[in-house]
């Protein structure tokens, strides 16, 4: 049980108080008591009674001298009767000049280590139990557009600046204001960290958040620019068991934006090679490729082109012999670029990779470099899809990114182009393109073939006959 601390001396307690001396109780009643006297009362030097402590000796009550300043909030605290280094200040400073503010409890116990309301009772005996609790919600940013999540790849921390109220199953987090800055993760470089409130505390962890969680944000090394890269990950109110179902089984969409612009498809000149973007990194492009035996994702910032070449001729991520390398595209080839759209933080360093060219991981090879064999090819890659491609290790945050664009690329006479250019709908998981460019608009047949090629008029083949002589007799008997 706490009781007040004393400024000086032990056990000496103020028993009650009185408004004035005349209202004390009677003294033999109240033997070695001390009470509080508010106001004096009387005429001086003739039967001034004034305010401040008074002492019972069984027969009167004597005056102890002037209220010592016992609660002015520099002097007044709690501490434990146990461990009197267990303390608590009572802070008053908030409260407007000139204003009294009351703290009314209830009428039971109330430990301020569990919710306020445990149950709710209604006038017709039903009862409410703590939802909160139960329902592990609503947690999560009020308004997760407006946070500003920034990055420290030195300090290996993040900021957080704008809106950043935030709840714990329906209680505010009171240490979330503008400017608040994590502690420093951890300088594992093969792990990615997770940075997230759990009701008590923040922390960064190196194993995947459960979705009843604050989450806040990620941190993964690139390993080629040695450097901590990371992700806004401030979710709003959403119930955690639709945000795991959605993430599961949606994960992230494009709303709209992210198209590619500026670009000439089948040209060599290298200028027409470099589509742009409503937000580019820095004016270049950002490669993302695997490497080695573990699929290590790594990324090549600061390129002139979207493809990792050798003068001309692009490479692929090839995986051979059990690792992941990089290999030249032989000639008469066709590859595809993948562009993801990745929810970057707001540092300079992390903003070079908001939008990654996921470089290749096959070719569709042509019998030869002749028109008709090269088409071929093209088309045959266009059937591959997106979900053939190897994420590696980035594959653990990859419901958090999307594709956005595919982007085919020829190698042939010694040069490369952009065949096609199709832009990507719909989640990760379930991913549609519309491709640019040109289109059939016309069928030539021949004579073997009838039709328009239409739907209302569609390709048939004639049917080849020849005709035999058939000699026979008819014998009757």
């Given at each position: 049980?706490?009781?007040?601390?004393?400024?000086?001396?032990?056990?000496?307690?103020v028993?009650?108080?009185?408004?004035?001396?005349?209202?004390?109780?009677?003294?033999?009643?109240?033997?070695?008591?001390?009470?509080?006297?508010?106001?004096?009362?009387?005429?001086?030097?003739v039967?001034?009674?004034?305010?401040?402590?008074?002492?019972?000796?069984?027969?009167?009550?004597?005056?102890?001298?002037?209220i010592?300043?016992?609660?002015?909030?520099a002097?007044?605290?709690?501490?434990?009767?146990?461990d009197?280094?267990?303390?608590?200040?009572?802070?008053?400073?908030?409260?407007t000049?000139?204003?009294?503010?009351?703290?009314?409890?209830?009428?039971?116990?109330?430990?301020?280590?569990?919710p306020?309301?445990?149950?709710?009772?209604?006038?017709?005996?039903q009862?409410?139990?703590?939802i909160?609790?139960?329902?592990?919600?609503?947690?999560?940013?009020?308004?997760?557009?407006?946070?500003?999540?920034?990055?420290?790849?030195?300090?290996?921390?993040?900021?957080?600046?704008?809106?950043?109220?935030?709840?714990?199953?329906?209680?505010?987090?009171?240490?979330?204001?503008?400017?608040?800055?994590?502690?420093?993760?951890?300088?594992?470089?093969?792990?990615v960290?997770?940075?997230?409130?759990?009701?008590?505390s923040?922390?960064?962890?190196?194993?995947?958040?459960?979705?009843?969680?604050?989450?806040?944000?990620?941190?993964?090394?690139?390993?080629?620019?040695?450097?901590?890269?990371?992700?806004?990950?401030?979710?709003?109110?959403?119930?955690?068991?639709?945000?795991?179902?959605?993430?599961?089984?949606?994960?992230?969409?494009?709303?709209?934006?992210?198209?590619?612009?500026?670009?000439?498809?089948?040209?060599?000149?290298?200028?027409?090679?470099?589509?742009?973007?409503?937000?580019?990194?820095?004016?270049?492009?950002?490669?993302?490729?695997?490497?080695?035996?573990?699929?290590?994702a790594?990324?090549?910032?600061?390129?002139?082109?979207?493809?990792?070449?050798?003068?001309?001729?692009?490479?692929?991520?090839?995986?051979?012999?059990?690792?992941?390398?990089?290999?030249?595209?032989?000639?008469?080839?066709?590859?595809?670029?993948?562009?993801?759209a990745?929810?970057?933080?707001?540092?300079?360093?992390?903003?070079?990779?908001?939008?990654?060219?996921?470089?290749?991981?096959?070719?569709?090879?042509a019998?030869?470099?002749?028109?008709n064999?090269?088409?071929?090819?093209?088309?045959?890659?266009?059937?591959?899809?997106?979900?053939?491609?190897?994420?590696?290790?980035?594959?653990?945050?990859?419901?958090?990114?999307?594709?956005?664009?595919?982007i085919?690329?020829?190698?042939?006479?010694?040069?490369?182009?952009?065949?096609?250019?199709?832009?990507?709908?719909?989640s990760k998981?379930?991913?549609?393109?519309?491709?640019?460019?040109?289109?059939?608009?016309?069928?030539?047949?021949?004579?073997t073939?009838?039709?328009?090629?239409?739907?209302?008029?569609?390709?048939?083949?004639?049917?080849?006959v020849?005709?035999?002589?058939?000699?026979y007799?008819?014998?009757?008997?």
């Amino acid at each position: 049980m706490a009781r007040l601390q004393q400024v000086s001396g032990t056990n000496n307690f103020v028993t009650g108080q009185a408004a004035n001396y005349s209202s004390l109780p009677t003294a033999s009643e109240h033997n070695s008591e001390v009470w509080l006297v508010i106001n004096g009362e009387g005429i001086y030097l003739v039967n001034r009674k004034s305010a401040g402590l008074y002492i019972s000796d069984g027969s009167t009550w004597r005056r102890l001298g002037n209220i010592p300043a016992y609660f002015d909030s520099a002097n007044f605290e709690i501490y434990d009767t146990s461990d009197n280094t267990k303390t608590m200040d009572v802070d008053v400073s908030n409260i407007t000049t000139g204003t009294n503010r009351t703290l009314t409890m209830t009428d039971y116990d109330q430990s301020l280590l569990t919710p306020l309301v445990d149950t709710l009772t209604f006038s017709d005996g039903q009862i409410l139990p703590n939802i909160w609790e139960k329902t592990k919600e609503p947690s999560g940013f009020i308004d997760p557009k407006d946070v500003v999540v920034t990055g420290d790849p030195t300090n290996r921390t993040v900021t957080l600046t704008g809106t950043v109220e935030a709840y714990w199953r329906g209680a505010v987090i009171p240490a979330l204001v503008s400017g608040w800055e994590s502690a420093a993760h951890a300088n594992t470089t093969t792990n990615v960290y997770y940075l997230s409130y759990d009701g008590t505390s923040f922390a960064w962890t190196s194993t995947t958040w459960t979705f009843d969680k604050v989450q806040i944000a990620y941190a993964f090394y690139d390993p080629t620019a040695a450097t901590w890269v990371y992700l806004r990950e401030t979710h709003g109110m959403m119930g955690y068991e639709s945000h795991q179902e959605t993430h599961d089984n949606i994960g992230t969409y494009k709303q709209s934006g992210a198209d590619l612009a500026s670009y000439v498809l089948d040209s060599t000149t290298a200028a027409n090679r470099r589509p742009t973007l409503p937000v580019l990194n820095d004016g270049s492009y950002t490669h993302a490729e695997l490497v080695g035996a573990g699929a290590v994702a790594t990324f090549d910032i600061s390129n002139a082109d979207i493809v990792e070449l050798s003068t001309n001729n692009p490479y692929y991520n090839e995986f051979t012999g059990g690792a992941w390398q990089e290999t030249l595209m032989p000639a008469n080839s066709v590859m595809s670029i993948w562009l993801y759209a990745i929810p970057v933080a707001a540092d300079a360093t992390s903003q070079k990779y908001r939008f990654l060219f996921g470089q290749g991981q096959w070719i569709t090879q042509a019998k030869n470099s002749s028109g008709n064999q090269i088409a071929r090819a093209q088309a045959a890659e266009e059937l591959r899809t997106i979900g053939e491609m190897n994420l590696g290790t980035l594959e653990e945050i990859s419901p958090e990114f999307v594709a956005v664009s595919r982007i085919t690329i020829t190698y042939t006479g010694g040069n490369w182009y952009i065949n096609d250019v199709s832009a990507l709908t719909g989640s990760k998981f379930s991913q549609g393109q519309s491709p640019s460019g040109n289109y059939l608009s016309s069928v030539t047949t021949d004579t073997t073939l009838t039709g328009a090629g239409t739907v209302s008029d569609p390709l048939s083949a004639e049917p080849y006959v020849t005709s035999t002589a058939i000699t026979y007799a008819l014998i009757f008997g």
